[in-house]
């Protein structure tokens, strides 16, 4: 799980790096099949299948968008009936003030703005992003996650984790290099 | 077939993940890489962002009578520009969001320069009709619902405030949607950059992002989900903008066919300019290996499929005019086009947009560039024509002949517009240098599933690939 609190001392995961997706989906899925379950893997892109070998789910995401839409869709169609039949009534070529097929793009695209709004907040604050400090980047030769390498991290808040046993773990799993990373 | 085979594939040349990041990530590290038509082309932008100050400073001092604008004929250059515009914008939608709903993983190449294009073209579009207004700062009241000391709202049952909520919506889901694409590619540049002060920033606009996979997992949810969105948003736009001539009484704009159509017309348009800028980049900086010639082929088949829908709106439009029995519409629509002052306009229009693109149902001719490029250069012309005869021409003769009146545009209206084509260089040039103007984590991924999928036909040499990613060893 993602690191919480000032940095204490001590470790803060096993790092195991792999060379190409597949080994890692492969040693992922044994992982999460031996109990795992404060792991994180660190890829250059989006891995799928990833998500379910480390039997993580999270579905809030599309809940807090859809509310989102509907915060945006009530907001945008009421500015419109507030302001045309209640602050400012004008009658118009004597169509009615509350003319809703007109009242229409425009809750429409409030909609979507606030939607979008939601998503793009709730990316950042789901994730706690920003975050300019992490222990993973302790790990050596972490620069390349992001270029071609794969890490998976086995945390020590796990309750299985075990600093010789889980080591032994990864290092049967085809995996380059086993570090022990510090917080 | 005597043709010379189509290199059927996404990525060529034999690739792993490193070399995908070095072919992009170094335009950014290497800024040696950027050589003379770089600066050649970004010298062009200056100078038309130095010509758009002017206009728009001489515009605010003196007033909107610069232009050509006259009665009858208020609405001309400036909202052909705007149109224009945001109708280019709409391919970088249409290539990020639909073709990604739709499962097209040679989106992933072309989707990140096409979105900057897109965020470039609504910044150009939306100069047009505020300053169309003479004094913006003054205008605000009315487009914008806010607690004013005069008490007044804004028209809500007008499709000009529809079009202020779908440009303004458009602009900042886009930018919204470019900026989370970029977070793991800054990441990646972050991590390969030498330079500390670099370093530094791009571990700012990365927000610290590090590949997590609980990460990744909310943003592919995020990002799918905003490309639904998109979706609907961009047909939702140009319809909107197209409301604003479609509702009026106007003879030649009372049409009801036109929100599709003038969506297909933006996607063409948008996808000309997306060649336009795509196959003098891949020449410099090399990156024909990411974007193919089958990427060309496939950008010019869309090319020619939007243009027939606006070959088919076309003849929709001069049914209408017909089958609705009005006299003023038909003069409009069919006899002034025809006939009429501005009749090479509608030549041109039927030249550039109809005629041109037919060049593209040969595909030998697909994959030749230059071919490609000035049928691309055609599609922009007869693109701005159709705007053009639309707008301002159907203005210029209405229901009391009395009030026709021909509209001749000015130096200003043409110094503005080629100004907002120098600013929209001068950016998409600035972005090319700073930058990753191919989604680097998209084509790895990309790169990934070609792998995976062993029976896709694909140029990659197995051996070499083998060594550098597949095996594991």
């Known amino acids: ?183 | 077939m005597a043709l010379t085979p189509l290199n059927d594939s996404m990525i060529t040349g034999a690739q792993d993940y490193a070399s995908i990041d070095n072919s992009i990530s170094s335009m950014i590290i290497d800024q040696k890489r950027h050589t003379r038509p770089w600066f050649i082309m970004f010298t062009i932008g200056i100078m038309g962002t130095g010509l758009l100050g002017t206009a728009i400073t001489w515009l605010l001092y003196q007033g909107v009578g610069i232009w050509g604008n006259n009665i009858p004929t208020a609405w001309a250059f400036d909202i052909v520009n705007f149109v224009w515009w945001i109708g280019i914008g709409h391919a970088g939608t249409l290539i990020s969001a639909i073709l990604l709903l739709l499962r097209q993983p040679w989106r992933n190449s072309i989707n990140r320069f096409s979105e900057a294009m897109t965020i470039f073209a609504v910044m150009c579009a939306g100069m047009f009709p505020l300053l169309h207004t003479g004094r913006p700062w003054v205008a605000i009241y009315w487009l914008f619902p806010y607690t004013n000391i005069m008490g007044l709202w804004p028209q809500f049952r007008s499709p000009l405030m529809w079009d202020v909520f779908a440009v303004s919506t458009y602009f900042s889901v886009s930018l919204m949607f470019w900026y989370l694409g970029l977070v793991p590619d800054f990441a990646t540049l972050r991590d390969q950059s030498k330079n500390r002060f670099a370093r530094v920033l791009l571990a700012i606009v990365c927000m610290g992002w590090r590949g997590s996979q609980r990460h990744w997992h909310r943003y592919e949810q995020a990002y799918l989900i905003l490309a639904g969105l998109s979706t609907p948003l961009v047909l939702s736009v140009h319809s909107i903008v197209s409301f604003d001539f479609a509702s009026s009484v106007v003879p030649g704009w009372n049409v009801t066919v036109f929100p599709p159509y003038f969506v297909a017309g933006a996607v063409f348009a948008g996808f000309a300019m997306v060649l336009t800028f795509a196959i003098p980049i891949r020449k410099i900086y090399k990156l024909e290996d990411l974007i193919t010639m089958r990427h060309i082929d496939w950008m010019a088949k869309i090319t020619l499929a939007t243009g027939l829908i606006v070959a088919y709106g076309y003849s929709l439009e001069l049914f209408y005019a017909w089958y609705s029995g009005n006299p003023n519409e038909w003069d409009m629509t069919l006899l002034r086009r025809l006939t009429g002052p501005y009749s090479w306009a509608y030549t041109a229009l039927i030249i550039c947009n109809i005629v041109a693109p037919q060049a593209f149902w040969v595909p030998a001719w697909r994959q030749k560039l230059w071919l490609v490029m000035v049928v691309c250069q055609f599609v922009s012309v007869g693109m701005w024509l159709e705007r053009f005869v639309i707008i301002p021409m159907s203005l210029t003769a209405n229901y009391l002949p009395s009030a026709n009146r021909m509209y001749y545009p000015t130096f200003w209206d043409f110094g503005m517009f080629l100004g907002t084509i120098g600013f929209f260089i001068m950016l998409m040039f600035l972005f090319i240098r700073f930058m990753p103007v191919i989604n680097i984590f998209e084509v790895k991924d990309l790169l990934y599933k070609l792998l995976g999928h062993r029976d896709a036909q694909i140029a990659i040499k197995p051996v070499e690939v083998g060594a550098a990613v597949g095996g594991g060893e």
């Open chain 1, 1 to 183: 799980m993602s690191y919480s609190g000032p940095a204490e001392k001590g470790t803060f995961a096993l790092v195991a790096e792999f060379t190409s997706a597949e080994a890692l989906l492969e040693a992922a899925e044994k992982i999460g099949a031996e109990g795992y379950r404060e792991t994180d893997a660190y890829t250059p892109f989006p891995v799928h299948g990833l998500s379910d070998a480390m039997r993580f789910h999270d579905v809030r995401m599309p809940w807090f968008i859809f509310c989102g839409g509907l915060i945006g869709g009530f907001t945008g169609y009421t500015l419109q009936w507030y302001t045309a039949t209640i602050d400012y009534p004008l009658s118009v070529g004597g169509k009615p003030f509350n003319s809703l097929p007109s009242f229409f793009p425009v809750t429409f695209e409030a909609t979507i703005l606030f939607s979008a709004l939601t998503a793009f907040i709730c990316t950042f604050a789901l994730n706690g992003l920003p975050k300019p400090y992490h222990p993973i980047f302790n790990t050596p030769g972490f620069q390349r996650a992001t270029v071609d390498r794969f890490f998976f991290a086995i945390e020590k808040s796990d309750p299985k984790f075990d600093p010789e046993e889980t080591r032994k773990f990864l290092e049967g799993l085809g995996a380059v290099a086993v570090s022990e990373v510090e917080n």
